[in-house]
């Protein structure tokens, strides 16, 4: 059974930075995609930034030089670090995996319909 658990969240001043973490148990292929995914009131969830199993990333144009995604094979564990943060990256955040698709999907148009395997979410509030 796949699951994942998204920590890190948290209440910050705009201009400061976070870590989330996202801890994955019970996956077993080698090859992947996975990827931060962030939903605001009202809106529909969009991708954040991938990561596949070849090492590529991809990023949203509005968090690119800002964020960064990485991913500690030793500890099955996901990150995102996420500095310069502004008030529109308020959101709930979600991690995702599923087999290998190209990092790019996750910043797709729909992408997050690519995607079968989800964390529950950890909450970003940025304050101007």
């Known amino acids: 059974q796949v699951q994942l658990a998204e920590s890190g969240g948290n209440s910050v001043q705009a201009g400061g930075s976070l870590r989330l973490s996202c801890e994955v148990s019970g996956w077993t292929d080698q090859s992947y995609c996975m990827g931060w995914f962030r939903q605001a009131p009202g809106k529909e969830r969009e991708g954040v930034a991938g990561i596949d199993s070849n090492g590529m990333t991809s990023y949203a144009d509005s968090v690119k030089g800002r964020f960064i995604i990485s991913k500690d094979n030793t500890k099955n564990t996901l990150y995102l670090q996420m500095n310069s943060l502004k008030p529109e990256d308020t959101g709930m955040y979600y991690c995702?995996?599923?087999?290998?698709?190209?990092?790019?999907?996750?910043?797709?148009?729909?992408?997050?319909?690519?995607?079968?395997?989800w964390g529950q979410g950890t909450l970003v509030t940025v304050s101007s």
């Open positions: 995702a995996t599923e087999g290998f698709r190209p990092a790019s999907m996750v910043v797709a148009v729909n992408g997050r319909n690519a995607f079968g395997y």
